[in-house]
């Protein structure tokens, strides 16, 4: 199966831009979606349908923002919304479903923003998250993918050392992807591919994709449960329409 995760920076918007023509085009297994920025209703995703896709949102209360989605051809169970803690789910920042026996959380985790003025809030967030999966990982195997708004390690970026106490590279964000590590996940693109260069977010501005001057934000993490499953991971830089391009992540079929 193939898993596809994209923080499309407003669906609406994406669909200008390429989105339907990569989905058509490629028809991954299941897609995670970020920054959907949309009620249901504000999309026209017949097409999808057409397709085979069965599509979970999780919306945020506050119009035009944040936002999740899970599309999936493989019927989804156990479908979930947030953390189940008041604090951190009213931006539709977590939906999860089980695809094919793996429990899939697909997640957009809150932006420490400008001079870390969010950084007690997003910590708070980063706890409750890894307890909400280490939950979720003793009913079976764990797939959470999406956008982190971190890059993990020095490598994980272009320019590291004018951006370490930065949102998106302090110690405290780098810290909370520790604790995964710690906690025995698996980052799978790491998992096939150690080298530079490798990047799923660029600023728009000084033609920074084009000098490939980015950050790695966007991640799958396996739970170990499913490190024999895994088949391969890539970061597709060759597509665009936002400012992150799509990643993805094959899981063989679990053998009877």
């Not at 918007?13 to 028809?27: L, N």
């Not at 080298?195 to 739970?223: C, E, K, M, V």
């Not at 799509?246 to 899981?251: C, G, R, Y």
């Amino acid at each position: 199966m193939r898993f596809v995760s994209w923080n499309v920076n407003g669906i609406r918007a994406a669909m200008d831009k390429g989105f339907r023509d990569f989905v058509e085009g490629e028809q991954p297994d299941v897609l995670c979606l970020q920054e959907t920025k949309a009620l249901p209703e504000q999309v026209d995703l017949s097409w999808a349908e057409r397709l085979g896709y069965c599509i979970q949102w999780n919306t945020a209360e506050k119009k035009g923002y944040s936002g999740t989605a899970i599309w999936s051809k493989t019927p989804m169970h156990k479908v979930g919304k947030g953390l189940g803690i008041a604090e951190h789910d009213n931006e539709g920042r977590i939906v999860k479903a089980t695809i094919a026996g793996i429990q899939l959380v697909n997640v957009y985790t809150p932006n420490s923003q400008r001079g870390l003025a969010r950084i007690d809030y997003r910590k708070r967030w980063d706890a409750d998250f890894l307890a909400y999966i280490q939950t979720l990982r003793r009913r079976g195997p764990v797939l959470f993918c999406g956008d982190l708004n971190c890059s993990h390690h020095e490598i994980d970026l272009a320019n590291p050392k004018s951006n370490r106490k930065n949102a998106g590279f302090s110690d405290e964000e780098r810290a909370g992807l520790d604790a995964i590590v710690d906690a025995g996940y698996i980052d799978t693109f790491r998992y096939f591919e150690s080298g530079p260069g490798h990047y799923s977010w660029w600023t728009y501005r000084n033609d920074a994709r084009q000098r490939n001057i980015g950050w790695r934000l966007d991640y799958f993490w396996a739970s170990p449960s499913l490190k024999a499953r895994l088949q391969s991971a890539r970061i597709r830089n060759d597509i665009f329409g936002s400012d992150h391009c799509p990643v993805e992540v094959e899981i063989s079929e679990k053998k009877a």
